[in-house]
DNA sequence: TATGAATGAGCTTTCATTCAT
DNA sequence: GATGAATGAAAGCTCATTCAT
């Protein structure tokens, strides 16, 4: 089994889910995704689930349950170790240079990301209008990954890499521009020839060095 | 009568309104944007803007056109003069500096695109799932206002100001890092704490410098 | 003018109608004969005459008037001269036949007929279910003009023109027969190529001698 | 089960319709019949069945679908017998004069005539303005039945027993007939008294040998 | 456990009618 | 008289949820 898969599974098997729910996860996913989460309606789901529509509510007493059901596991089991997973590797400097660590990190899960996205759509579309969505996040994304995130930061800045900034809004920019390099190239303009290794060679080389000319 | 009011009037005011159309369409914006729009009843939205249901439907001949008819004349009447306007002070190298542009170009927007946030946020949340939008945004962001930011990044790079990347890629970057500001601070973490003068700068010296120390 | 524009004048023009008022009965007619009455929406009718909405209800009460307006002066002024204006020449021996009698009756009147056919439309498919135009049509058509039938029925019995069936029952065989033919001809096979001269030869010949071979 | 009952069953019982979807048709056809498709509303069809107004939506999506399947399926299971059934018979010379087979037809299907009445209300109410409910008619009735009277009309024509107009005529003016004798008794005129034997024999003789007076 | 018919509240939309201009 | 914006009741229809089987 992959690591991706691996990764897949914990986010959805782990608590031994008959072959109906997770035909009904997949439905939901594929659903919420396509036309977001209020306009999908349970029975469209149940349909492509190839289940009744009872079944559903067997599993989830309502709706936002199961969509909870879908986005709470990526927060809290995916998002954080796809971030943290390699950091003992950084500050044990397996990665001399800050380029190398995003290139390493970005190429090694550019795939899950991608199989990913439909989820992490609807993790951003929803987390707007579902508090307790944005509850979670919150405590998730913003006060645990950040102040993990902090540690390398500081280490790399302690190496004298990075400037000065402080480790928040250094994180702040780089997951910025990742994740708008995912937005532009996978939500709004997926249509568009893109060359995506030269382009996430352009983001890592404007991270690190920005857009001025130094000379 | 300031910039912002005209620009706001030129939105919305132009096919002179009647006054419930105006509470309508005030009333729309903002639920729309607390709830998204498929969750937002026609009737909530009447009886906020104290009118009759079929008022709405007088105006608009269905939801969505109501919809369009808020986020299309942003595409194409506030979007682009928002990004263009002062771009042949660029050219007439009133900036000497693209720090100086980017920073005057943010600072005296930033007002108006708080206010105009909500719509913002409606234009991002349903360009995925509204081929109508998706398709005037492709035209009116990626096809005239790419083009024309080229020719001011082109400027710049043969004064020797910027990098040698594709305009493109660079307009990319660019847009993605005041989005990004402008998402993390309003719409992800509002409640945070944020010195907002302080993370412009940032946001900027980053765009220009990235995160690499120099030395 | 026309023998028909006369009638068709009679029917709406005695009442000294504005020339709005002409517009709204042609598009009223053209509109419930199309869709029927239910399915015509005012608002429709307003559009095809060029009139505001409310014109309509400062002549008509209500929508259900307009019905009437229309279809009441054609059973009073129309349908009954229709039948009976020729008989005083019946009577007075013109036609020495009944064949004669009904190729000349359906001949000269069968042009006006398709152009009142629309009129006459809404009246069959309303009668069923408008008590108001029920009433109106009993004592019109049935009472009225059917005892005026009899006479020039009688008048050929006299003649032995005629079988010997009582007079109601070969007013409505014949009436049956010509309207049954414009409804085959006009209102369900419209599309069907008809040879209209043959056809109504046929009629007149079916009505006289029935289908039975004799000899 | 008597024969009528046999065929009410053979148009609405096949699909093993459940109890509801039953009293829904039962319900619709009354509703339809009384006020017109257009007037009639699902809310109040389907409180004259007992159920919820979305029952009726979960079996037919839209209300224009309930029309057909009332309808369709008279068209296609129920005319074409009545009119077809004892073709053989009268092929067979078991009725050795029109006549009889005429009164043998009209008699033995005037029952389950009447009691078809209602949709056969319906199906001539909306025929004019359900493309729909045209094409089928014109596919059904026109082309199928028309072609199998032909037959028999054909087969007493040799027999010398019917004029040699051309077989579509015969057959158009011996329904327009039936059918005119069966709208004016039931649907113009119930209330009038009606001695019904003596009318379909009228009707028989006038087919047959018309209005002249022969001697 | 799984089903899917049934529900009824609530949705978007239509429409005859009113009324200030 | 004529207008057309405004109305609100009612239309057709959707949908999350329930429950008997």
Redesign the pocket.
Known sequence: MTEEELMLQQLFDEDKL?D?QKKIIVAAIETFSEKGYAA????EIAKKAG?????????Y????ELLVSIVAPLMSKFIAPLVVKDFHKVLDREYETVEEFLRATIENRRDLLIRMLPVVKIMFQEIPFQPELREQFLELVVENIFNSVEKVIIGYQEKGLLIDMPPKSIARLTITNILGYLFSRYVLFPHLDWDDDLEIERTIHFIMNGLGKKD
């Open positions: 008959t109906k999908s309606s349970t029975s289940v009744a529509e009872g079944t559903i509510f067997r599993h007493k309502t709706k936002k």
